[in-house]
């Protein structure tokens, strides 16, 4: 798949964003005064921002309101309204937190309860595409969650976030081991991309365009091997090890922002081989796998 940066974006800030709003909803930090207005807003200005970063992928960013719309079938739509009463639920307990309000706690609790379930939903939108095997399996809502929850961890500085991020780094190696091989256990062939198979074996002799066209640019996206094995490490060590050692280390809030961007750009090239290596069954359809 093409690994469109709106897309990559928007899925590494909400995810660390919402993880961030579940910690203070849940009372992990007690802020008050500037320093929650800070923390409050760190929290809603990563979760905006990939939100935002969201709707540059579309075709016409003003059909956006439209995936509201689309609830009952569409996971896009349900992560739609989920990430709306999420920001909208937890606007009062970070206004209590700020203005010293005192608010019932509970309502923190229930929005980052939808926090998580936001970052659910976000996946289950990969996830529930049949047509892409290196997504279509229950690591994926998991990899998502451990990113979220171990970014909310860090973020908060609770001492056994160094726990959570040893943890994305596990599930990674998991998600790349089960995907490099999803395609295959699919059992996808061109025959079946075609229809064809019940006639036999299928052969492309000539390419269905000859010239490029939406599918092609976007739904077929070839990565080396070599490129992919060592940008792997390198989304293994920074999102994972290094921040998980930094935090063991005594340097307090200079040791949260560091691990912090660390494991941001290690999620970024995680996610960027989380689209790269998909393959779509229509690279069948043409002949190429990508």
Same mark, same amino acid.
């Given at each position: ?153 860090? /973020?908060?500085?609770? *001492?056994? @976030?160094? !726990? %959570? +991020? &040893?943890?994305? =780094?596990?599930?990674?190696? $998991?998600?790349?081991? #089960? ?58 060590? /920074?999102?994972?090890? *290094?921040? @998980?050692? !930094? %935090? +063991? &280390?005594?340097? =307090?809030?200079?040791?949260? $922002?560091?691990?912090? #961007? ?29």
């Amino acid at each position: 798949m093409h690994p469109a940066p709106s897309v990559i974006l928007f899925s590494v800030l909400s995810g660390l964003g919402f993880g961030f709003l579940a910690f203070l909803g849940w009372g992990a930090l007690m802020p008050s005064g500037w320093l929650a207005f800070l923390l409050w807003g760190l929290g809603y200005g990563l979760a905006v921002a990939g939100l935002l970063a969201a709707t540059f992928h579309l075709g016409n960013p003003k059909n956006a309101l439209k995936a509201f719309t689309q609830w009952r079938t569409s996971w896009l739509s349900r992560e739609a309204w989920a990430s709306v009463a999420t920001l909208i639920l937890l606007a009062p307990v970070a206004l209590s937190d700020i203005f010293g309000l005192g608010l019932p706690r509970i309502l923190g609790q229930v929005g980052g309860a939808l926090a998580i379930l936001t970052v659910f939903t976000t996946a289950m939108i990969y996830t529930q595409i049949k047509a892409v095997p290196r997504w279509h399996h229950w690591l994926t809502p998991v990899m998502f969650l451990t990113f979220a929850l171990a970014g909310g961890a860090m /973020l908060s500085g609770r *001492a056994w @976030a160094p !726990v %959570l +991020l &040893l943890a994305v =780094g596990a599930v990674l190696l $998991a998600v790349w081991r #089960v995907g490099d091989g999803a395609f295959a256990a699919a059992g996808q062939s061109l025959g079946t991309a075609t229809g064809l198979d019940r006639l036999g074996v299928p052969s492309v002799l000539d390419p269905a365009h000859t010239a490029g066209n939406y599918l092609k640019r976007e739904m077929i996206f070839v990565v080396g091997r070599k490129h992919a094995a060592r940008l792997r490490k390198i989304a293994l060590v /920074l999102a994972s090890v *290094a921040p @998980a050692l !930094v %935090l +063991l &280390l005594p340097l =307090g809030l200079f040791g949260i $922002a560091l691990a912090t #961007v660390l494991h941001l750009a290690g999620a970024l090239a995680a996610r960027w081989l989380f689209f790269a290596e998909a393959e779509h069954v229509v690279g069948l359809y043409y002949g190429a796998r990508g």
